[in-house]
C-alpha cells in the first residue's frame, strides 16, 4: 500500500517540472563584452520565465552577482537564466548577472542590471 501511494505522488509531480518556462520579454539596449546593460521585463506574480543572455560571440562564464529581493533567479547553463517571481508579490525586483566573453565587437565582463516588474 505504501509503494502505491510513493508512485502516484511521483507521477502527480513529474509533470509539473516537465512544463517549459516562457522566454522573459526584455527590453533594453544590446550589448558587447566589456559594457554594461540594462534590461527591462516584466512577468506575473508566482510565475517563472527563461532570461537568456544574448550577446553576440562566446560567453565563456557567467553568475548572479546581484540576487532578486522578490523573486528567485536560477542558472540553467552559462547563456541561460529562469527568473521565478515571488507568489504573492506585486511591484519592482532586481537582479544582476556578469558574463565573461569574447565578441566580434569587444571582450571583457559585463554586468547586466535586470529590472523587472512583478504584476
Keep these: 500500500m505504501r509503494s ?7 507521477l502527480t509531480l513529474m509533470p ?4 517549459a ?6 527590453t533594453g539596449s544590446p550589448s558587447v563584452f566589456g559594457v554594461n546593460m540594462t534590461g527591462y521585463f ?15 560571440g562566446m560567453m565563456t562564464s557567467s553568475g548572479i552577482t546581484q540576487k532578486p529581493a522578490h523573486g ?12 521565478t ?5 506585486k511591484g519592482p525586483d532586481t537582479f544582476a ?12 565582463t559585463s554586468v547586466i542590471t ?4 512583478i504584476q
Design 42 to 56: 516584466a512577468v506575473a506574480s508566482g510565475e517563472t520565465c527563461l532570461f537568456p543572455i544574448r550577446i553576440p
Design 114 to 117: 535586470v529590472n523587472a516588474t
Design 16 to 19: 509539473v517540472s516537465a512544463f
Design 4 to 10: 502505491s501511494i510513493l508512485a502516484v505522488v511521483a
Design 85 to 89: 517571481a515571488a507568489r504573492g508579490y
Design 97 to 108: 548577472i556578469q558574463g565573461t566573453g569574447k565578441g566580434p565587437n569587444g571582450s571583457g
Design 21 to 26: 518556462a516562457s522566454e522573459c520579454r526584455v
Design 72 to 83: 528567485t533567479l536560477r542558472r540553467l547553463n552559462v547563456t541561460t537564466y529562469t527568473y
